[in-house]
């Protein structure tokens, strides 16, 4: 598989190019970012904590930036369905897409809602830029709290996604608004630091992962322009190349339910010490929320023990479907993305990570294998047309052997304000949305 599939990674995921420096602007071209707590792309991090101190809440300004005249602040409900629509719709129009036009991210009502509302979510994170004279929505950005360990600290700092302004009004500057707006509001409760993914190369990315894609559905993927059939390959091979057993194979797995959620809990947590980038889920409504399925949105599932009944692995994936433009015979493309998962076979002597004399952790690759494996049967039985992750946590035991192929977009993390050493890849754990 390769091409557009590859291309619309990229370009969704590299609107300014990639890691390998294609696009990278010099500080001072960053007219915005060179004011901002952030490393310079050149800084050699050895420590860690924060660029800028915190400034007592009560001295936060208590006014919104300044917006040009034209337009107005607003902050979106997602319980109101009007509210929900509106942002739906701004995305589904004007969110992330190739540059060819083709494919454009298609996020649903139901993802948003939840991605924008875990516990502890607030309203005035939920900001909405409005023409004044018509009330049209026409920009983007929210904020969610989140418990982010970097290396051996745990900060509360909010997550920043979402941001979107309308194609017509690009290039206005509007960005950086939001973006101090959404940091003042961070600020007014009591949050300095942040979290957030681009594609684009802003100084300076903690980390870079790069994106892979597993087909499901070569023949739609072909037909939609999303992959080629590979020189001197039939469809039809590629149709059996791709091929996935109409069954799962472990013995025990199950989709994740609420009397498991605490269980998956201490698993999660457990698994997640492997990385030095990555979400505590501090109480059991963290886990209920971001990882207990939902529906149409995530679906999880565990291995439950035949002889034990102890949950011993669990493994999700999400839906994102991207709209397909102006193709006539597919509107949309459905895609499934890897999630979290964990396995308590890391507590086996010969999977430590640390050790570089080790050999591979070998049961742990297997045993990865095996839920990936089992993940993608049960995605192609949903109707899913491919299922793309990205090269980070314990992805590298499997993305091969499980016949992901290698896009080459790249995700790159950021933190707002928390100097922190680069993190490689393979020991990044946070996935965002
Ligand atoms: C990303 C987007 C909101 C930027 O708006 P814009 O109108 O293109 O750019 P503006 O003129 O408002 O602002 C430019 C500034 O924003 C910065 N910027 C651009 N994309 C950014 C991003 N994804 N995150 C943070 N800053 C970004 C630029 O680097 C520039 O700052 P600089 O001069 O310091 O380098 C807009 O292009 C968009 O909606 N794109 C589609 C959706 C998308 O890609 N969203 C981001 C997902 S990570």
């Given at each position: ?81 009007k509210d929900a629509k509106e942002l739906y719709d ?337 020991k990044v754990g946070l996935v965002m949305l």
């Amino acid at each position: 598989m390769r091409a557009k599939l590859e291309a619309l990674m990229r370009s969704m995921n590299l609107q300014e190019g990639s890691s390998s420096g294609k696009g990278k602007k010099d500080m001072k071209d960053h007219k915005f970012w060179s004011t901002q707590p952030v490393p310079k792309h050149d800084e050699q991090i050895t420590t860690m904590g924060p660029i800028e101190p915190s400034i007592p809440v009560d001295q936060v300004s208590k006014v919104p930036a300044p917006l040009p005249k034209e337009f107005e602040w607003c902050e979106l409900d997602m319980n109101v369905e009007k509210d929900a629509k509106e942002l739906y719709d701004l995305l589904t129009l004007n969110y992330i897409e190739d540059d060819d036009e083709q494919f454009r991210f298609d996020y649903s009502i139901s993802f948003l809602k939840w991605a924008l509302q875990p516990p502890n979510w607030r309203k005035e994170w939920l900001v909405g830029v409005r023409v004044a004279s018509n009330k049209k929505l026409v920009a983007f950005i929210s904020a969610i709290p989140i418990q982010l360990r970097t290396f051996d600290q745990s900060t509360l700092m909010t997550d920043i996604n979402f941001l979107n302004v309308h194609k017509k009004l690009r290039s206005k500057r509007l960005a950086p608004v939001m973006i101090r707006e959404i940091t003042r509001r961070s600020h007014i409760n009591g949050i300095f630091q942040a979290v957030y993914t681009a594609g684009a190369i802003l100084p300076k990315p903690i980390s870079t992962c790069q994106y892979f894609h597993r087909s499901l559905n070569p023949k739609k993927l072909v037909e939609c322009g999303f992959s080629r059939i590979p020189h001197k390959w039939t469809l039809a091979r590629m149709i059996k190349h791709f091929k996935v057993p109409e069954k799962t194979s472990i013995p025990g797995f199950r989709e994740m339910q609420q009397k498991d959620v605490p269980e998956v809990r201490v698993l999660v947590n457990k698994y997640m010490e492997r990385f030095d980038f990555a979400p505590v889920f501090e109480t059991d409504q963290d886990v209920e929320h971001w990882i207990l399925p939902h529906k149409e949105v995530v679906w999880s599932y565990v291995v439950e023990d035949p002889k034990t009944n102890k949950i011993t692995d669990m493994i999700s994936f999400y839906s994102l479907p991207s709209s397909v433009i102006g193709n006539p015979k597919h509107k949309t493309l459905n895609a499934a993305y890897l999630y979290y998962y964990a396995t308590d076979v890391i507590n086996a002597t010969d999977n430590s990570k640390d050790d570089d004399d080790q050999e591979p952790p070998k049961l742990l690759g297997k045993r990865l294998n095996d839920l990936v494996g089992d993940v993608l049967v049960m995605a192609k039985r949903l109707n899913f047309d491919v299922m793309n992750g990205l090269q980070l946590m314990d992805n590298g035991l499997f993305l091969q052997q499980q016949k992901f192929g290698a896009g080459d977009g790249y995700l790159n993390y950021y933190l707002y304000n928390w100097r922190c050493p680069d993190v490689d890849d393979s020991k990044v754990g946070l996935v965002m949305l």
